[in-house]
T-cell receptor, first 115, second 113 residues
């Protein structure tokens, strides 16, 4: 079974530029999550989708971050404009559904460096 | 605020020695708890999980964890560490059974030969 796919794996940009990350969840998984992992910290949830609807985006900095999940499968996370403090690993995860204590499966992440 | 505490930032053990990584969660009626491992360049891999039932849970790679409600703890153990266990370990809590995961800050494990 294929795991969660993410691209690119690495990205270097200058501040005020824009960047986009892509995620393809495990086939059949209805719920998709984006996390931000700053160096030395545990991952923090940015946004959670159930199919193509947003379940929780309370920690997403909406002035610069946006995310979409068209057709309830792939998802993109965008940052515009980027700030130095956005340097982090962006992790995508998926699970079968949103209710109950279901296991989340994580992708390899995209490492972003903002200069 | 809901939180997970991993008091040890770094731990170093010798290969073959036993290991215990500590984890405490702040509060919750029905905690759902996980341990994930993150190796360099790798994604987060689930080691084990506790939802209910037997408070001693077995996981992959020879790891086990014990849930103690009275101490709000979920410590991870392994009787004999291998060099390949060197990685970062995250204790994770899903309060109330919902899928919002709260991660601890992680414990980085180094293994001496």
């Amino acid at each position: 079974e294929a795991g969660v796919a993410q691209s690119p794996r690495y990205k270097i940009i200058e501040k005020r530029q824009s960047v986009a990350f892509w995620c393809n969840p495990i086939s059949g998984h209805a719920t998709l999550y984006w996390y931000q992992q700053i160096l030395g910290q545990g991952p923090k949830l940015l946004i959670q989708f159930q199919n193509n609807g947003v379940v929780d985006d309370s920690q997403l900095p909406k002035d610069r971050f946006s995310a979409e999940r068209l057709k309830g499968v792939d998802s993109t996370l965008k940052i515009q404009p980027a700030k130095l403090e956005d340097s982090a690993v962006y992790l995508c995860a998926s699970s079968l559904a949103v209710s109950g204590p279901l296991t989340q499966y994580f992708g390899p992440g995209t490492r972003l460096l903002v200069l | 605020a809901q939180s997970v505490t991993q008091p040890d930032i770094h731990i170093t053990v010798s290969e073959g020695a036993s290991l215990e990584l500590r984890c405490n969660y702040s509060y919750g009626a029905t905690p759902y708890l996980f341990w994930y491992v993150q190796s360099p360049g790798q994604g987060l891999q689930l080691l084990l999980k506790y939802f209910s039932g037997d408070t001693l849970v077995q996981g992959i790679k020879g790891f086990e964890a014990e849930f103690k409600r009275s101490q709000s703890s979920f410590n991870l153990r392994k009787p004999s560490v291998h060099w390949s266990d060197a990685a970062e370990y995250f204790c994770v809590w899903a309060p109330g059974g919902y899928n919002k995961l709260i991660f601890g800050a992680g414990t980085r494990l180094a293994v001496h030969p």
